[in-house]
């Protein structure tokens, strides 16, 4: 039996959006949001019924087709919110799709070679499985050459990157999905089917994902940090009754990127990101002097 696989449906509404396809020469930043409802027939793939795109940072899209299916997504730098909601039986529609895409060009300076980096993120949301299958992606990364060329050309894209490429170097990720969604396999990445990181069986649950990862750069050689997020519900042929959502309109935030000792980060889009310095093996000998000559003090006024 087919399935619906609504997070490639998202990516097909991303990668039809003409504000980047037709761009002569690719911007180094920018957000996508996206939501959309969509059908789909055996014989000819997958429609979209209804769909909402903007490429300008702060904007929300949002659609609902009337009966039981909506979707909605809001982009920034740094943050990603997407939502998807479902009704098993919608009389208009067989899914419902939200995606969240930016991506930004970095240079970091202040160094030479290769220098390592790390990521830290959060996803938080909340999944009501009532019946329908869904998904949820949301990764974190840095690629070497400008995200919009690796959409661009794509014959089936699973999310609005092919994130399956030698060119996107994942650095957090995290998938959710529904009990059928994983042997359905209704998320692809790479055209590979990956291993939830958490199945939702039925109900209610909170999803607080505290993400962290490395990452390797070479300095004054700029490259690309990008964050996507996916949401995706929609009809599976079994279920009859009951409503699943994806909302992860809380956010998928990129709290916070460390840099080695005296470096420099810059960005394209002039984003104020919380950057912040791993202190080097001499600084970290003088706070932990600091720290035991302050535990010595305290422990003589205890005596004392």
Request: hydrophobic residues 40%; proline residues 5%; negative net charge.
């Amino acid at each position: 039996m087919n399935k619906i696989n609504p997070i490639a449906a998202a990516a097909l509404c991303a990668l039809s959006a003409p504000a980047w396809a037709l761009a002569v020469a690719p911007p180094n930043y920018g957000v996508a949001s996206v939501a959309a409802t969509a059908t789909y027939n055996p014989s000819s793939g997958l429609s979209i019924t209804q769909q909402q795109y903007t490429p300008f940072a702060g904007a929300n899209v949002s659609v609902n087709d009337g009966s039981s299916a909506s979707a909605s997504a809001l982009t920034d730098y740094g943050a990603n919110h997407a939502s998807a909601s479902y009704t098993a039986g919608d009389s208009t529609s067989l899914a419902a799709l939200g995606a969240s895409l930016w991506y930004d060009q970095i240079t970091i300076t202040g160094g030479s070679g290769i220098g390592t980096g790390t990521l830290h993120a959060a996803l938080n949301g909340t999944v009501n499985a009532g019946g329908p299958d869904g998904a949820a992606a949301y990764v974190l990364g840095t690629s070497t050459v400008n995200p919009v060329t690796l959409a661009l050309g794509m014959s089936s894209p699973t999310l609005p990157l092919d994130l399956g490429s030698a060119q996107i170097a994942p650095v957090a990720s995290y998938l959710v999905g529904t009990s059928g969604a994983q042997s359905a396999c209704l998320l692809q990445l790479g055209g590979i089917c990956p291993t939830f990181n958490q199945i939702v069986g039925s109900g209610t649950t909170a999803i607080n994902a505290t993400l962290g990862g490395s990452f390797s750069f070479t300095y004054s050689q700029p490259f690309y940090l990008l964050g996507v997020l996916g949401t995706g519900t929609g009809e599976n042929f079994s279920a009859t009754s009951g409503t699943t959502t994806f909302d992860f309109s809380h956010t998928g935030l990129l709290n916070q990127i460390v840099l080695p000792q005296g470096a420099t980060l810059t960005d394209a889009s002039n984003t104020m990101y919380n950057v912040a310095a791993v202190p080097e093996p001499a600084q970290w000998a003088m706070l932990l002097a600091g720290l035991g000559l302050l535990g010595m003090a305290v422990r003589r006024r205890a005596i004392g």
